[in-house]
């Protein structure tokens, strides 16, 4: 069964500080990882995609990915108040659009 | 351009009956995912649409069903309501394969149904 683990947290992190986030796929054969955001009561918001090896930046995340290690992580710089949230690490494997899910990790941002 | 949608937003139901829930995917999208997300289970695939063809289903029971239309909008249905189907059911929209953002699904609001 393909499994996605993220780290359970819950995590809480100083306004300011960055938040680092991580996840592990047991899918050799995923080609494409995503991060989403999302908020109490709310559906998912997709924040960041990888597919290479290395690092990809948009704004004040950065989302890594290590395809040998089957290692996908988020950093969050500058974290916010706003960034509160549960993060969902998800994997897609295959020719389907089926996306695998982690637990979620809860981030809080302390004022 | 607007996101997806998903109608109705809430609904209540009892023990053995059934329910349709509709979305209307992103304008250009041709794929139609969904999902249940629980407190228990998390986020757990159910099935995947293209072109009105279901291509993969996930390991839920038979009681739910789908169908995409030719306009890409999407209904699901389940049947013989149980109060473990009491869930928010999202539904997310890809566009096709190949072409700017690959592999990405965008959700809708989702549905929240609650099974008395």
Redesign the interface.
Known sequence: QKEVEQNSGPLSVPEGAIASLNCTYSDRGSQSFFWYRQYSGKSPELIMSIYSNGDKEDGRFTAQLNKASQYVSLLIRDSQPSDSATYLCAVLSGSARQLTFGSGTQLTVLP | KAGVTQTPRYLIKTRGQQVTLSCSPISGHR?V?W?QQTPGQ????LF?Y?SETQ??K?NFPGRFSGRQFSNSRSEMNVSTLELGDSA?Y?C?S?PLPGTS??????????TRLTVL
């Open positions: 794929s995912s999902y998390g986020l757990q695939f995947e293209f291509r993969n996930g928010l999202l997310a890809s953002g690959r592999d990405e699904q965008f959700f809708g609001p989702g």
